[in-house]
Nanobody, 123 residues
Framework: QLQLVESGGGSVQPGGSLRLSCAPTGFNLHYFTIGWFRQVPGKEREAISC????????DYADSMKGRFAMSRDNAKNTAYLEINDLEPEDSAVYYCAAEDGPCSDNKRAFSYWGQGTQVTVSS
């Protein structure tokens, strides 16, 4: 099956920034809608941002707007999530996902997922 690999997570102090990457294994992201999600243990997986294969963009979760910026580089076959001014509440496992339909904040719309990358924000 198609695979995605997230990277770029780690431990950071409050106010810091991270750039997460999402790379496919064996397929071209250009033909897919790509979304970023995050999940805290015991809570629902939460949609962050999405860019469709038609380059339609969507941002979700008002609390994250302005600090999270998604992009995709088709030439590098990689999607990114820039996170600025990190807060302890941003600590979570961050996932990228792919689907062949339009952007959605519903995790069930996405067929292909990475293993996640941990982001930990603490003093």
């Amino acid at each position: 099956q198609l695979q995605l690999v997230e990277s770029g997570g780690g431990s950071v102090q409050p106010g810091g920034s991270l750039r997460l990457s999402c790379a496919p294994t064996g397929f071209n992201l250009h033909y897919f809608t790509i979304g970023w999600f995050r999940q805290v243990p015991g809570k629902e997986r939460e949609a962050i941002s999405c860019i469709s294969s038609q380059n339609v963009r969507a941002d979700y979760a008002d609390s994250m707007k302005g600090r999270f910026a998604m992009s995709r580089d088709n030439a590098k076959n990689t999607a990114y999530l820039e996170i600025n001014d990190l807060e302890p509440e941003d600590s979570a496992v961050y996932y990228c996902a792919a689907e062949d339909g339009p952007c959605s904040d519903n995790k069930r719309a996405f067929s292909y997922w990475g293993q996640g990358t941990q982001v930990t924000v603490s003093s």
